[in-house]
């Protein structure tokens, strides 16, 4: 009985610890692809490859692309502030400019004029996009001292470098090694410094094992594909957590390291995505390869939108009869008489004047522009106040005597016992008039004489207004008839 | 009401000799009732240092018309309320120079036989165009007048104000692109940006410095250490001495009461 029960509780211990180092302890799967895998670019822009058109001319700063037959064939993935490199006639030599100004789908500004030895039509016009690229994923499997591969396209199109630092059409290229081996920035190959391998796992380094070696991968339809391969080492003794995310990235910041090339357009579609598949891998301490851990993922690349809003300037000027209206004492005026209410956009209506009298009626002036220096709105008359049948002219004024000109600040008009025209401004919210209301003056006689009533030396923040208040008298001599006369409002920006 | 607005209200373009150069305005009438406008072209030039200009009744030496199929230059046309137009302008020239003129829509209105005042309204759009077989004509920039306007500058309570004429003696048109260099004791203190203005061929442009996107005057604001400053636009400069006026003042004045006050008691004991 006694014997009977060690067995039993023999068999339940071992049970337990069974039990126990199963859950607890599991046994590494050795053969199963990552999870939660991604591969994220911190620019998916596509690089510009282009070519020179004709009609370039050394000096010529403005540069006409090639609009058929290579990679990019128009202007629309190029921006302001972009550096590009144009061909010479040197095989693999660039000369670099700065992107000034997009013209169209055809044209482009560069920054200084072209050089000679640029200038031979299909001369390549490229600008690199780049992009840190960062993986993530979770194992479910381990090696102990094994490595992680991850697999990002190369170009396999014959002519196509994948390491010369122009961007490929059929894979990200890994960069060249001008202007010398080991240099950072644009264009430069990328290093095992610009790999960041996941820093909580394995022993040692967290730099890349190895950059630089190509992989052939042969999809299931028989057609093979060549792959840049980075790679990270656990280091001796060193191994994964299965089920845990990991993180690494490759690629620097180009002040200080290196990145991969985005591919130039293989879809020669605008706004179509080019898809490219990348491949996580994973190797044991003897590098043999372990098929059934490979993990595909799909990144895609597209041009950018290149949006543009030109804000041409305006001007906009209004002439109304708001507040000229009867009784209306703008500029300071005798009350406007019952010809007030006669009073359009386009002409004052005096009527039967009364002689040796001041005879006041007014406009409303309004003007607004977006111009950076502002507008200038001007007045002249088209001649002189005239009877319509006889052409016998009521004078411009001498503001009775007190000899106001047209370009003066004017001068106080009291006396109406001789005839004359002329005008007043009272400044409603204009940046500048150029005389006070109280002074009168003439028209000036002509568009030569056109003188200055409004001014805004700087944009103005809003639509600005003042007073024009016309004064008309006629002495007790003065011919009968009916007068008239143009005034001619002019507004303009300031150049 | 007649309100109309024309865009763009200016253009500054550089053509090749025998180019065309192709715009298109958009006239809008903003106003309540139809307006009868024709349009047309006038030659102008700069007058004075700040943007002026006079107008010479004629037409600049240049091909110009409209390209619209329905439209000539001077021609009528009728635009009802809210209504726009595009006009489309075209320029050739074939002689190297700079040419300044204003294309103009004219509001035209039928006479009304009553004694009156009809008020047209008349909008220009200036064109700047230079003609040249280099796409970045060379330009000759020279600074005129540069100075300090105050001649006593306080440390705390006087901004210092820089006036000054750039002259362009080039035959094509140009921006200013420049700065004013604020100097003591061969540090560089401050910059000045000077306004973008287009200066004219062959004439002169009153200095304006950039302010918050906006021209303004040229000054150094306050306060200031004492000392000698120099200020500079590429070889032009001039020099101006900050002192602390008020100060020495107050303390002039201090030492004044003070000793009148002292006389004072001196002569009552």
């Known amino acids: 009985m006694i014997n009977s029960v060690k067995n039993l509780i023999f068999f339940v211990i071992i049970i337990t610890a069974t039990v126990i180092s199963i859950v607890y302890y599991p046994r590494p799967i050795k053969s199963a692809p990552p999870t939660s895998v991604k591969d994220t670019l911190s620019s998916s822009q596509l690089s510009y490859f282009a070519r020179l058109g004709t009609g370039v001319s050394a000096s010529d700063s403005l540069i006409r692309v090639a609009l058929s037959g290579n990679p990019t064939n128009d202007t629309n993935n190029l921006f302001v502030g972009d550096t590009i490199g144009i061909g010479t006639t040197v095989t693999g030599l660039l000369t670099l400019y700065t992107v000034k100004d997009i013209g169209n789908t055809a044209l482009f500004q560069i920054n200084s004029p072209i050089s000679q030895s640029n200038t031979f039509v299909n001369a390549a016009i490229i600008s690199t996009h780049s992009a840190v690229h960062t993986f993530s994923f979770t194992p479910q499997s381990n090696f102990t001292g094994g490595y992680w591969e991850f697999l990002i396209k190369a170009s396999n199109t014959a002519g196509e470098a994948i390491n010369d630092g122009i961007p490929d059409s059929n894979g990200f290229d890994l960069g060249a090694t001008t202007p010398s081996s080991g240099a950072n920035g644009v264009g430069t190959r990328l290093k095992v410094t610009d790999v960041t391998c996941p820093s909580n796992w394995g022993i040692g380094a967290t730099t890349a094992y190895n950059v630089g070696t190509t992989a052939v991968i042969t999809s299931g339809v028989g057609t093979t594909a060549t792959y840049h391969v980075i790679s990270c080492y656990l280091g001796i003794g060193g191994t994964n957590q299965i089920g845990v995310g990991y993180t690494m990235t490759i690629g620097k910041d180009l002040a200080s390291g290196s990145q991969l090339i985005n591919p130039s357009p293989a879809n020669t579609a605008e706004g179509s995505a080019d898809v490219y598949t990348f491949y996580i891998r994973h190797r044991d301490s003897s590098s043999a390869l372990f098929d059934g851990d490979t993990i595909q993922g799909k990144i895609a690349l597209v041009e950018a939108v290149r949006v543009t809003a030109t804000v041409d300037p305006t001007i906009t000027f209004t002439i109304d009869a708001t507040g000229v209206g009867t009784g209306s004492t703008a500029c300071n005026s005798p009350a406007f008489g019952l010809n007030g209410a006669n009073t359009t956009a386009t002409q004052v209506a005096f009527g039967t004047l009364i002689l040796d009298s001041a005879n006041d009626l007014g406009h409303r002036l309004s003007a607004i522009t977006n111009a950076d220096n502002g507008y200038i709105v001007t007045v002249y008359e088209d001649g002189k106040m005239e009877n319509i049948t006889s052409g016998t002219t009521i004078p411009d004024t001498t503001c009775g005597g007190g000899g106001c000109t047209t370009s003066g600040v004017g001068t106080s008009w009291t006396s109406f016992t001789a005839s004359g025209w002329g005008y007043t401004i009272q400044n409603l919210s204009v940046g500048t008039t150029i005389f006070s209301y109280g002074n009168y003056r003439p028209f000036g006689d002509g568009a030569a004489n056109a003188q200055q009533i409004m001014k805004n030396i700087t944009t103005p923040s809003a639509t600005e207004q003042a007073y024009v208040c016309y004064r008309l008298t006629a002495s007790s001599t003065q011919e009968a008839g009916n007068y008239e006369n143009r005034l001619i409002y002019t507004a303009t920006a300031t150049f | ?269």
């Not at chain 2, 000799?17 to 047309?40: A, C, E, F, H, R």
């Not at chain 2, 004791?185 to 200095?207: A, M, Y």
Request: with cysteine.
């Open chain 2, 1 to 269: 009401m007649t309100n109309l607005s024309i865009q763009p209200s200016q253009l500054e373009i550089q053509l090749k000799p025998g180019t065309n150069y192709v715009q298109s305005y958009i006239i809008k009438n903003n106003g309540d009732v139809s307006v009868t406008l024709n349009t047309s072209v006038d030659t102008w030039l700069p007058q004075g240092l700040n943007g002026n200009i006079i107008y010479l009744n004629s037409p600049p030496n240049l091909n110009i018309s409209l390209s619209n199929s329905d439209l000539k230059l001077g021609q009528n046309f009728i635009l009802n309320p809210n209504q726009s137009k595009q006009l489309v302008l075209k320029i050739q020239g074939d002689t190297p120079g700079d040419y300044y003129f204003t294309f103009f829509v004219n509001q035209d209105v039928s006479s009304n036989p009553s004694t009156n005042s009809t008020q047209l309204i008349r909008l220009g759009s200036h064109l700047l165009i230079s003609i040249s077989d280099s796409e970045l004509p060379t330009t000759n920039f020279k600074i005129n007048n540069f100075k300090v306007q105050n001649p006593f500058i306080d440390c705390f309570f006087s901004s210092v104000k820089f006036s000054g004429e750039i002259q362009n003696n080039s035959n094509y048109f140009d921006k200013i692109d420049n700065t004013i260099s604020i100097s003591k004791n061969n540090t560089v203190i401050n910059k000045l940006t000077i306004f973008p203005d287009n200066v004219l061929s062959h004439h002169s442009r009153t200095l304006r410095c950039l302010n918050d996107k906006s021209p303004a005057e040229c000054q150094l604001s306050k306060p200031l250490w004492p000392g000698i400053y120099q200020a500079s636009i590429d070889n032009t400069s001039t020099s101006f001495i900050v002192l602390p006026y008020s100060l020495l003042i107050f303390l002039l004045l201090l030492i004044i009461i003070t000793k009148l006050l002292i006389d004072k008691k001196n002569n009552i004991l």
